[in-house]
């Protein structure tokens, strides 16, 4: 079964310090990975994501890091506020027929305090 | 912005109930999804479609059927319902590409 392994399922950080979020995954036929914000109450929503063939995305505060060799993706978020407290779930897909096949990870909760 | 909508927030069923969830959406994506969410599982694929009336079995399609009529509208049904489909239900829709634009989750709990 194709698996997307996240971690930490949870995490505290401080206001102004780096949130860090990892992924792992097992079938190189994978070519794209994103990363989706999930507030409270709301469905997720795609933050981030990066394709295989760049080893990092930035996007703001946001930033994928890549490493292909690894199998490896993470998550950085720079500056952390406490409006970034959210779940994030990591994410790899690949085509399949007409639509792209998307496997989530199992999620970390962010809390960000003051 | 594309809009995802989900009939409701909170349902409340007995076991052994038929149950339907229906999500809308209003950008003419091709292809919907439904998954179930639950703490520590992720977003598990329960059952896509990507073009009307055609529909392909995810991950955990047990328990469930769907149906696509119209475009804009996929259908979730529980036939019967059970305790251990008590879960966080969301509905996606995307165009053919990558992107999954998700509606806001029905909670169910089935008694």
């Known amino acids: 079964q194709q698996q997307v392994k996240q971690s930490p399922q949870s995490l505290i950080v401080q206001k102004g310090g780096i949130s860090i979020i990892n992924c792992a995954y097992e079938n190189t036929a994978f070519d794209y990975f994103p990363w989706y914000q999930q507030f409270p109450g709301k469905g997720p929503a795609l933050l981030i994501a990066?394709?295989?063939?760049?080893s990092e995305k930035k996007e703001g505060r946001f930033t994928i890091s890549f490493n292909k060799s690894a199998k490896q993706f993470s998550l950085h978020i720079m500056d952390s506020q406490p409006g970034d407290s959210a779940t994030y779930f990591c994410a790899a897909s690949m085509r399949s027929g007409g639509y792209q096949k998307v496997t989530f990870g199992t999620g970390t909760k962010l809390q960000v305090i003051p | 912005d594309v809009k995802v909508t989900q009939s409701s927030r909170y349902l409340v069923k007995r076991t052994g109930e038929k149950v339907f969830l229906e999500c809308v959406q209003d950008?003419?994506?091709?292809?919907m999804f439904w998954y179930r969410q639950d703490p520590g599982l992720g977003l598990r694929l329960i059952y896509f479609s990507y073009d009307v009336k055609m529909k392909e079995k995810g991950d955990i399609p047990e328990g469930y059927s769907v149906s696509r009529e119209k475009k804009e509208r996929f259908s979730l049904i529980l036939e019967s319902a059970s305790t251990n489909q008590t879960s966080m239900y969301l509905c996606a829709s995307s165009p053919l590409t990558d992107t999954q634009y998700f509606g806001p989750g029905t909670r169910l709990t089935v008694l």
């Open positions: 950008m003419d994506h091709e292809n």
């Open positions: 990066i394709r295989p063939d760049v």
